[in-house]
């Protein structure tokens, strides 16, 4: 059963929610301070974050920007979804440049975070494509030139040197690097990582796409195309 925690300094909301999420085979447990989530983290085997943005001392981008530059992998790589208490649209693409995986304005509805819980546990644990609507490699190495792609364990090296990508990165540049040369429309792309629309979608894929490529650098092998969408130009794989 996978196991939760939830970050957020509301002490009524963690039993309700840890009764709902039950029902789908989640296992919910709960912070109610930053400092003592983060501690937990460090400490326990937790499979996704759930992490309130408004919070006294530490707030949740904090957090998060914590665990992106933490020399600790698994933690680097939990999948986070961040609740932003208005919904406003520059919280949410805050935390997308932080590194957050999804985000789900308060109040919400609990079916709606469950299912958004699904996806990302599915995405981090699925072999990358099982969603896809073409042909791509379900397990093996993509190799190019300058960078490798280990589908099965999920990892990237760029001149031989290890990239560290959160789930929805490592799963967006594998889908582009699966057919290189081929243009992805934001909204396929969209569509591939999350199966729902969102207000926000073409800032969101935009901002992933940043993020990788800042890891990747020096390397451009991720290319825009004008009013069309994105590409994976490093060349066919080896």
Not at 18 to 32: I, K
Not at 55 to 81: Q, S, T, Y
Not at 116 to 144: K, N
Request: with cysteine; proline share 7%.
């Amino acid at each position: 059963m996978p196991r939760l925690l939830l970050i957020d300094d509301d002490e009524h909301l963690a039993a309700p929610l840890a009764a709902y999420l039950r029902r789908f085979d989640l296992q919910l447990e709960a912070s109610v301070r930053p400092e003592a989530g983060l501690e937990r983290l460090r400490t326990e085997p937790f499979d996704a974050l759930i992490l309130d943005v408004m919070m006294p001392g530490m707030d949740g981008f904090e957090l998060c920007r914590r665990l992106r530059r933490d020399p600790d992998a698994r933690l680097a790589g939990l999948p986070v979804l961040m609740l932003t208490a208005r919904g406003e649209v520059t919280d949410r693409i805050i935390g997308l440049e932080l590194g957050a995986d999804d985000y789900l304005p308060k109040p919400f509805e609990p079916r709606e975070l469950a299912a958004r819980l699904q996806t990302i546990l599915r995405r981090r644990a699925a072999p990358v494509g099982a969603t896809a609507t073409t042909a791509m490699p379900m397990a093996g190495r993509l190799r190019f030139d300058r960078i490798e792609i280990d589908l099965e364990r999920r990892q990237v090296w760029r001149d031989g040197q290890p990239v560290e990508l959160t789930g929805t990165e490592f799963t967006l540049l594998a889908l582009l690097a699966a057919e290189p040369q081929r243009v992805f429309s934001r909204d396929e792309m969209l569509s591939r990582l999350r199966g729902h629309e969102t207000e926000i979608h073409t800032r969101a894929i935009d901002i992933l796409v940043s993020r990788i490529r800042r890891k990747l650098e020096p390397l451009d092998c991720i290319r825009t195309l004008r009013n069309a969408g994105y590409t994976f130009a490093a060349g066919a794989p080896e």
